[in-house]
């Protein structure tokens, strides 16, 4: 049984900046561990959209920072669940540092497969697997991204895009989305569902961003809850 967690306030991107460095350098909360919170929560989404999870299918596009970083996460408990995940890299492993850095090694070690998105063949194999796949996860950029996604980012979203069995689930925002100001990029993930963390973005409010969010469902990390604007009386 989850303990239930009830949001404060829509938040900026800068206000979700503070609460981390809050969090990490004086509350003491290390990353490492609101790294796994975040995964393991927004694993249990996307295990509860599987009708037989044994025989499903995930597809998780990763980037190279934190966003992708929970992706991680997520493959390795969905993996522990028994289902059959591919992680697809859209920036080479050295590049992958941090935090985010000693989850890819983890799963390195575990033998999930991995697809190097920017290898000469990789974004055939994305394609490919996006096909087939169940269920696929934007696990790219976070809030701190802006602009239009760039290759093969933006081809590795064209490809979830473009798969119709596959229902599209985004880590905190869709890639592609400004979470200030609400601007939709071109190309953006097109979600059916945002599993966002800590608090709704402020730009989730415009109806470019509604266009491509999906349903929205806030999720704990570990933060504190006196530090969240609208939480503190909780």
């Given at each position: 049984m989850q303990i239930p967690y009830s949001p404060g306030e829509p938040l900026?991107?800068?206000?979700?900046?503070?609460?981390?460095?809050?969090?990490?350098?004086?509350?003491?909360?290390?990353?490492?561990?609101?790294?796994?919170?975040?995964?393991?929560?927004v694993a249990e989404f996307v295990h509860g959209l599987l009708v037989d999870a044994s025989r499903a299918r995930v597809l998780i596009l990763c980037g190279p920072g934190n966003n992708g970083g929970d992706?991680?996460?997520?493959?390795?408990?969905?993996?522990?669940?028994?289902?059959?995940?591919?992680?697809a890299l859209a920036a080479s492993r050295e590049r992958v540092s941090g935090d985010?850095?000693?989850?890819?090694?983890?799963?390195?070690?575990?033998?999930?497969?991995?697809?190097?998105?920017?290898?000469?063949?990789?974004?055939?194999?994305?394609?490919?697997?996006?096909?087939?796949?169940?269920?696929?996860l934007d696990a790219l950029l976070g809030t701190g991204s802006r602009g239009s996604p760039r290759a093969p980012m933006?081809?590795?979203?064209?490809a979830a895009n473009a798969a119709s069995r596959s229902r599209r689930v985004a880590i905190d925002i869709p890639t592609g989305l400004d979470a200030d100001s609400g601007?939709?990029?071109e190309p953006c993930f097109l979600a059916d569902?945002?599993?966002?963390?800590?608090?709704?973005?402020?730009?989730?409010?415009?109806?470019?961003?509604?266009s491509v969010l999906g349903r929205v469902v806030v999720v704990d990390i570990g933060v504190p809850r006196e530090l969240i604007p609208g939480r503190q009386n909780l």
């Open positions: 900026t991107c800068g206000q979700i900046r503070e609460l981390d460095v809050l969090a990490i350098e004086h509350v003491g909360v290390p990353g490492l561990v609101l790294m796994e919170n975040a995964g393991r929560n992706g991680f996460v997520v493959a390795r408990h969905l993996r522990n669940g028994g289902t059959h995940v591919t992680v985010a850095g000693i989850n890819l090694r983890i799963l390195e070690r575990l033998e999930v497969e991995l697809v190097d998105a920017f290898a000469s063949d990789g974004l055939d194999a994305v394609r490919a697997e996006a096909d087939r796949a169940d269920v696929i933006a081809e590795m979203i064209q601007k939709v990029c569902a945002t599993v966002t963390l800590v608090a709704e973005k402020v730009g989730f409010a415009t109806t470019a961003a509604r």
